[in-house]
């Protein structure tokens, strides 16, 4: 479980998805959770030293009185720079919560709600998700979203650059021009996306959702750190700046262009409106993209 979390994830959200077995897998995980106390607590290399030093991590997280964060990302928002804002500025180990993006588990959720943990995904608002995280206690969700136009555009260059995950379909991708590209993911991940966001704005009914938008991060990044931060709510004499702001050539070689409307360049006329069209009329206003 752990190789999977650290190095397979994609591959294994993919294959559950085909497979639509994410729930009888996730079930299996929370009925074999009271054997395995800790699986959920996942080192960054596997080893005994770095499990060891995890769980003292964590010790000293929930001591200091740390909450959890629970930060949940749309693909292609620059996920993992933002979710080191929380993760290297508080020192907090990874407590996983959920399968990759498909289910909850229960009991992984309510270990986390403890406190002094931190892991992103990019999980799907189901109403089981919701309901899960719910029950389980999590007193906040941070969701972090991308302008549709934007969003896109990364996904078309991150899969040309580094495949599909599917390979029945690679080699026929690669042979696509850039419009058919985006024609392909304008008809079947823009849909996609538009729902994902629209099921996390609909989750505030259950849950203490706040949004954050990759426009903000990519426009003035000290400023979104101090906005992070204290939605986070942890306590501040514990929050390293300089590691929250680092640059690492190990989690940021995905990192592009890191331009907020690049798309603006690289999209025609055309493209772009036919983006603007299916964004819902409430999201302009919820996170101030403009038309």
Do not use: C
Request: proline letters at 6%; charged letters at 20%.
């Amino acid at each position: 479980m752990h190789e999977i979390v650290r190095n397979h994830s994609f591959a294994v959200s993919s294959l559950l998805h085909r497979l639509d077995r994410p729930d009888e897998i996730a079930d299996m995980l929370s009925d074999l959770y009271p054997g395995t106390p800790g699986i959920n607590l996942v080192p960054p290399w596997p080893s005994t030293e770095h499990a060891s030093q995890a769980s003292k991590m964590r010790d000293v997280a929930l001591d200091r009185g740390l909450p959890a964060a629970m930060l949940i990302t749309q693909a292609k928002s620059g996920s993992i720079s933002v979710a080191q804002v929380l993760s290297h500025g508080f020192h907090l180990p990874a407590v996983v919560y959920a399968l990759s993006v498909g289910r909850v588990i229960a009991p992984w959720a309510l270990d986390l709600s403890r406190g002094g943990g931190s892991y992103v995904t990019h999980l799907n608002p189901t109403p089981k998700n919701v309901a899960l995280l719910a029950a389980s206690g999590i007193r906040h969700v941070m969701v972090h979203v991308r302008d549709p136009r934007g969003q896109l555009l990364s996904l078309l260059h991150h899969f040309s650059k580094y495949g599909t995950g599917n390979p029945a379909e690679e080699a026929k991708w690669q042979r696509m021009s850039f419009d058919e590209k985006f024609e392909m993911l304008a008809a079947d991940a823009l849909p996609l996306q538009v729902e994902w966001i629209r099921g996390w704005l609909g989750a505030r009914e259950a849950l203490n959702v706040s949004f954050t938008t990759y426009e903000q991060f990519a426009r003035n990044p000290e400023a979104f750190v101090d906005l992070l931060v204290a939605r986070y709510g942890g306590d501040t004499r514990f929050f390293d700046r300089d590691a929250a702001l680092g640059r690492r050539a190990e989690i940021d070689y995905h990192f592009r262009k890191g331009k907020a409307d690049s798309w603006k360049d690289e999209l025609n006329a055309t493209q772009i409106q036919r983006i603007n069209a299916a964004i819902p009329g409430g999201f302009w206003r919820e996170f101030g993209w403009t038309p």
